[in-house]
């Protein structure tokens, strides 16, 4: 029996009431009807439920994720979606360059690009794990903290029964099973991201990002706000509506791994970087999950134009996000645990025990706040912010390929990558995506200069 992730109402019911109480809105009448009706509670780590609920179930949660939408919210004024609005919060918005900066050089492309499959890659087998079980899995390796990608070598049976790998990443991304860059959303995105810019230019506009993913990506390797706003679309819905119709995703993690294209093709120029960002985002995404892409964008941009020094170029990312947002302040909380703690696990436990029992491990707002962290305790070394994003749990591919990309960017050639990091990939990456399957990291590299130098 198909069980279609990710869009099910009677699933979807559970995560729209989390995400109510997460952005200002008093869902309690609501949620006391789903559960008086026997209505269950969402799927912790699946995408959907593992039985169909009743059609009585299912219309009930279509009807009352409709009511959810109607609630009023307490931080409207403060976390507006819309780029004006967002702009006039923002006190220390950007100006934008008087010349244009020249373009990255391919090589610090390339570093780019190998590091955000490298930190993807590391991330990939422990996805969904809990903390303690990412921690006993690297120490029974001999990898804690970590050093290298997993392995499952020398792991005993009994602790890989109570914490078994991701099931569709162990056989790719394992250090014994690593043979190239097996396919992965965080590697997808910006490859759709370079198709939008090869085929609608800088000025690409959110319905163009709309029509490239109907064209190239198929709706299988879509997950969460992705997915929603994928079905939305062929609904006949437009955006920005397909951001918000029934999609309790669209403060989750999705628009930030779509960031880095952006960053990297606006140079010096974080402003633009944020607003093609927030072009891009606003097809899946409101708010905070908006911010948290224009946040990547506008670091990867200070980067991208020749910043060397990862805390201002965190300090940049932050100009472009309302600072009484829920992001600005978990971002900056984070960066100041950060600084004042010297064993990174204890940056990460105290993270945990701020956002754990009330965000999904998905959501925008806690993984951009581990990301930053990472970044700044490593002090934008690329091995330890890629070691730390994944060590800190959560959504452990993503946040190891936005802290890859951002600290290679700073490293700034392939070669100050560690081998050890980089030769598995043997300059190749799979993908569903257009015809990008087994191209080579230096292609891409290339390809995205020539976006980044176009007028």
Same mark, same amino acid.
């Given at each position: 029996?198909?069980?279609?992730?990710?869009?099910?109402?009677?699933?979807?019911?559970?995560?729209?009431?989390?995400?109510?109480?997460?952005?200002?809105?008093?869902?309690?009448?609501?949620?006391?009807?789903?559960?008086?009706?026997?209505?269950?509670?969402?799927?912790?780590?699946?995408?959907?439920?593992?039985?169909?609920?009743?059609?009585?179930?299912?219309?009930?949660a279509t009807d009352l994720l409709d009511e959810l939408s109607e609630l009023p919210?307490?931080?409207?004024?403060?976390?507006?979606?819309?780029?004006?609005?967002?702009?006039?919060?923002?006190?220390?918005?950007?100006?934008?360059?008087?010349?244009?900066?020249?373009?990255?050089?391919?090589?610090?492309?390339?570093?780019?690009?190998?590091?955000?499959?490298?930190?993807?890659?590391?991330?990939?087998?422990?996805?969904?794990?809990?903390?303690?079980?990412?921690?006993?899995?690297?120490?029974?390796?001999?990898?804690?903290?970590?050093?290298?990608?997993?392995?499952?070598?020398?792991?005993?049976?009994?602790?890989?029964?109570?914490?078994?790998?991701?099931?569709?990443?162990?056989?790719?991304?394992?250090?014994?099973?690593?043979?190239?860059?097996?396919?992965?959303?965080?590697?997808?995105?910006?490859?759709?991201?370079?198709?939008?810019?090869?085929?609608?230019?800088?000025?690409?506009?959110?319905?163009?990002?709309?029509?490239?993913?109907?064209?190239?990506?198929?709706?299988?390797?879509?997950?969460?706000?992705?997915?929603?706003?994928?079905?939305?679309?062929?609904?006949?819905?437009?955006?920005?509506?397909?951001a918000r119709h029934h999609n309790p995703f669209r403060e989750w993690i999705g628009?930030?791994? +779509? !960031?880095?294209?952006? #960053? @990297?093709?606006?140079?010096?120029?974080? $402003?633009? /970087?944020?607003?093609? =960002?927030?072009?891009? %985002?606003?097809?899946?995404?409101?708010?905070?999950?908006?911010?948290?892409?224009?946040?990547?964008?506008?670091?990867?941009?200070?980067?991208?134009?020749?910043?060397?020094?990862?805390?201002?170029?965190?300090?940049?990312?932050?100009?472009?996000?309302?600072?009484?947002?829920?992001?600005?302040?978990?971002?900056?909380?984070?960066?100041?645990?950060?600084?004042?703690?010297?064993?990174?696990?204890?940056?990460?436990?105290?993270?945990?025990?701020?956002?754990?029992?009330?965000?999904?491990?998905?959501?925008?707002?806690?993984?951009?706040?581990?990301?930053?962290?990472?970044?700044?305790?490593?002090?934008?070394?690329?091995?330890?912010?890629?070691? +730390? !994003?994944?060590?800190? #749990? @959560?959504?452990?591919?993503?946040?190891? $390929?936005? /802290?890859?990309?951002? =600290?290679?960017?700073? %490293?700034?050639?392939?070669?100050?990558?560690?081998?050890?990091?980089?030769?598995?990939?043997?300059?190749?990456?799979?993908?569903?995506?257009?015809?990008?399957?087994?191209?080579?990291?230096?292609?891409?590299?290339?390809?995205?200069?020539?976006?980044?130098?176009?007028?």
């Open positions: 029996m198909l069980r279609l992730t990710w869009v099910q109402p009677e699933d979807l019911i559970g995560h729209e009431l989390r995400q109510a109480v997460l952005d200002g809105r008093e869902p309690s009448a609501v949620a006391a009807r789903w559960r008086a009706a026997g209505g269950p509670d969402a799927p912790l780590t699946a995408g959907a439920s593992a039985r169909p609920a009743s059609r009585y179930l299912r219309l009930l919210s307490a931080l409207t004024d403060d976390e507006p979606t819309g780029l004006a609005a967002v702009r006039a919060l923002c006190p220390d918005w950007p100006e934008p360059p008087a010349h244009r900066p020249a373009p990255p050089d391919t090589a610090r492309l390339e570093a780019a690009w190998l590091g955000r499959a490298v930190g993807c890659l590391l991330g990939k087998p422990v996805e969904k794990l809990p903390l303690d079980g990412i921690r006993s899995l690297a120490r029974a390796a001999g990898n804690w903290p970590l050093t290298t990608y997993f392995t499952a070598r020398g792991v005993p049976a009994d602790l890989l029964a109570r914490h078994p790998w991701n099931r569709r990443s162990a056989a790719t991304s394992l250090a014994e099973n690593i043979d190239g860059m097996p396919e992965d959303d965080d590697l997808n995105y910006p490859l759709l991201g370079l198709l939008v810019l090869q085929r609608h230019g800088r000025s690409f506009t959110t319905t163009d990002v709309a029509r490239v993913w109907l064209d190239e990506l198929p709706a299988g390797r879509t997950f969460t706000a992705e997915r929603i706003a994928y079905r939305n679309l062929l609904a006949g819905l437009e955006p920005p509506l397909t628009a930030l791994i +779509r !960031a880095d294209v952006h #960053g @990297w093709t606006n140079p010096g120029d974080p $402003a633009a /970087a944020a607003a093609a =960002a927030h072009r891009d %985002a606003t097809l899946t995404h409101t708010a905070n999950g908006v911010y948290a892409a224009m946040f990547t964008a506008a670091v990867i941009a200070a980067a991208a134009g020749g910043g060397r020094d990862v805390h201002s170029c965190l300090r940049t990312g932050l100009t472009v996000v309302p600072p009484r947002s829920r992001l600005a302040r978990a971002v900056t909380h984070a960066v100041r645990l950060a600084r004042e703690h010297g064993d990174f696990a204890t940056v990460v436990d105290l993270l945990h025990d701020r956002y754990a029992a009330t965000h999904h491990w998905v959501h925008a707002v806690p993984n951009t706040a581990l990301i930053a962290a990472a970044l700044t305790h490593a002090d934008g070394d690329f091995a330890g912010s890629v070691c +730390r !994003a994944v060590s800190g #749990g @959560w959504d452990t591919d993503s946040n190891g $390929a936005t /802290a890859g990309s951002v =600290a290679a960017l700073l %490293a700034g050639s392939p070669d100050a990558l560690p081998e050890r990091w980089t030769a598995p990939l043997k300059n190749r990456l799979a993908t569903s995506v257009g015809d990008f399957h087994g191209t080579g990291f230096d292609t891409l590299a290339r390809l995205t200069r020539l976006e980044a130098s176009r007028p």
